[in-house]
């Protein structure tokens, strides 16, 4: 059976931050993806301050400065009753005051490139993981599609929220009810659009559009369990429902079909406990987000910072027992940020979004709800919500020993 210090399953912002952290420690890390490639459409397209901060940390400010990205310095969002700004990141105290507004895939390209650049670190693509490996108590490995197994001193699922490793750990999950999902679908964009992200809220109505350059990425918010009785109509109701949020969009939408408009169901939950002997969970896998703030990529990212820098030592020593006792730390550092996001979440879940989606034409459009209006009066609030956004609540840094002077852009090979 092959072996490695540390097995990561998964090559998401978590797993990839953390084989890129563990392997500048010098411990060998496999990760392991089961996808041929990054280029999914599904994911977040964030990069928000403190993982801006983190790069640089990291010496990869100079590579993450040429892909292609926007900045966003201002969260803005029209409602019925006119424009408001709900956050202003230019406020921020941070090295790059802003969020990066990128598809994932380009971040994730990154973070590969540099990862391969150390000797101990593999990332393996098509490789599934589809099962455990005990002895015992102790998790020793993972078993993989193609029937193979890779053994190890510790396995970190950083799968997702529908991880299989957290699934067959037995771990107890507490979930939130979520009164959402999210219909995904693209919208051309034209040179003179807005840039950055755009939010439009109304009664019955919620919708980002995030800009891709020459298309936005758009995820309508729906009620949980609509999307049937939605797609039960003719799409081009559908088209004229858009049309009515943002007029602009008139004469986009020809082409845009049903099969073109994916339904992402939204959860949130959290592992009560991350850890088993052998086992940790971080990111998603230990606690699904909600797109709600968008922070779900940087919660991931912390996660995985905070998890490199404890579990190094014991890692390099071999060492099962300081393993245990670190995956536990993990948990300990890391939980009261998730549990604070978390709960920010569920109460903007059921006092924000729901309202608004069962909100009747009827109700009154032109008021905004009143920290809307306060930040409106009192531009100096805006800092706030950017701060919770931008930085988040438990903002990690790379170890020493992960920290490199600014690194040379090389092309990223086709992952
Ligand atoms: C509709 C939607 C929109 C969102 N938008 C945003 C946003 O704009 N900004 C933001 O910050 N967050 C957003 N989120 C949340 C965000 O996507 C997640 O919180 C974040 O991606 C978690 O990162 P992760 O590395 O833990 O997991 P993931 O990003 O889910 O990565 C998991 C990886 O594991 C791989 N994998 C899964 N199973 C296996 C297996 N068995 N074997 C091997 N590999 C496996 C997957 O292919 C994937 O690459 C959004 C979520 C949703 C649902």
Not at 46 to 54: G, P, Q
Not at 73 to 81: F, H, L, V
Request: proline fraction near 7%; glycine fraction near 8%.
């Amino acid at each position: 059976m092959e072996r490695t210090t540390c097995c990561v399953v998964g090559g998401g912002p978590a797993g990839m931050v953390l084989g890129l952290i563990l392997a500048r420690a010098g411990v060998e890390v496999t990760v392991l993806e089961k996808h041929g490639d990054f280029l999914r459409d599904f994911r977040g397209d964030t990069v928000h301050t403190s993982t801006l901060t983190l790069i640089d940390e990291l010496g990869l400010w100079p590579r993450f400065d040429q892909l292609p990205y926007r900045a966003l310095t201002r969260a803005r969002i029209r409602m019925d009753g006119g424009e408001a700004t709900l956050g202003d990141l230019s406020r921020l105290d941070a090295p790059h005051p802003m969020i990066a507004m990128t598809p994932q895939w380009h971040l994730l390209d990154m973070l590969a490139t540099a990862a391969r650049e150390e000797p101990t670190f593999t990332l393996r693509m098509r490789a599934e993981v589809t099962g455990l490996v005990r002895t015992g108590e102790r998790v020793t490995g993972v078993r993989l599609a193609d029937g193979s197994e890779l053994a190890a001193d510790l396995v970190v699922a950083c799968d997702g929220r529908d991880s299989r490793v957290r699934a067959e750990s037995g771990l107890p999950l507490h979930r939130y009810d979520v009164p959402i999902d999210v219909e995904w679908f693209r919208v051309p964009r034209h040179a003179d659009d807005p840039d950055g992200g755009l939010g439009r809220v109304g009664r019955g109505r919620f919708l980002v559009m995030l800009d891709r350059a020459d298309y936005f990425q758009c995820a309508l918010v729906i009620g949980k369990g609509t999307d049937a009785r939605l797609r039960s109509g003719r799409v081009e109701a559908f088209h004229d429902f858009l049309v009515a949020m943002n007029p602009w969009l008139a004469g986009r939408l020809d082409d845009l079909a049903w099969d073109d408009v994916k339904l992402l169901e939204v959860s949130l939950d959290r592992l009560t406990r991350w850890w088993a002997p052998g086992l940790l969970c971080i990111g998603d896998a230990a606690h699904a987000m909600s797109p709600i703030g968008g922070v779900g990529i940087n919660l991931a990212v912390q996660d995985a910072v905070a998890a490199a820098r404890l579990l190094a030592a014991p890692l390099l020593a071999h060492d099962p027992a300081a393993v245990d006792r670190a995956g536990r730390a993990v948990q300990r550092r890391r939980t009261p940020a998730t549990v604070i996001t978390q709960t920010a979440q569920d109460l903007a879940h059921r006092r924000v979004v729901a309202p608004v989606l069962d909100a009747e034409p009827t109700d009154d459009a032109d008021r905004m709800p009143f920290p809307v209006r306060l930040m409106k009066r009192f531009p100096a609030l805006q800092w706030l919500p950017a701060r919770v956004v931008g930085i988040g609540v438990l903002p990690e840094h790379a170890p020493d020993f992960a920290r490199r002077p600014p690194l040379p852009v090389v092309a990223a090979p086709a992952s």
